[in-house]
Nanobody, 124 residues
């Protein structure tokens, strides 16, 4: 059974940082794509970043480039999203997702498994 569990969401002040984790079980991360998506109230789900666990290639949404960094630890079967310089516009539920195809994509259709999400709130 494949499961993805996100953690690390929290309430943080503008300008602050958070690191989200996505722990994957049920298969070994060696030839997949892992993505981070977010959904704010009243808005559509948005692809934030993704990484290929085969070659480490990455992609970022324009809204987070230069502020967010995605990384992987294949030995721990975990993918991370380091988020810096957070703004209230980053407030959302953040989801990680896994796809069998190792090619990077921010299109949610490329993903087969989803986690339950973790809440990130940026507010003073």
């Amino acid at each position: 059974q494949v499961t993805l569990v996100e953690s690390g969401g929290d309430l943080v002040q503008p300008g602050g940082s958070l690191r989200l984790s996505c722990a994957v079980s049920g298969f070994t991360l060696n030839y997949h794509v892992i993505g981070w998506f977010r959904q704010a109230p009243g808005k559509e789900r948005e692809g934030v970043s993704c990484i290929s666990t085969s070659d480490g290639s990455t992609s970022y949404a324009d809204s987070v480039k230069g502020r967010f960094t995605i990384s992987r630890d294949n030995a721990k079967n975990t993918v991370y999203l380091e988020m810096n310089s957070l703004t209230p516009e980053d407030t959302a539920v953040y989801y990680c997702a896994a796809g069998w195809n190792p090619y990077i994509s921010l299109n949610s259709n490329a993903y087969d498994y989803w986690g339950q999400g973790t809440q990130v709130t940026v507010s003073s």
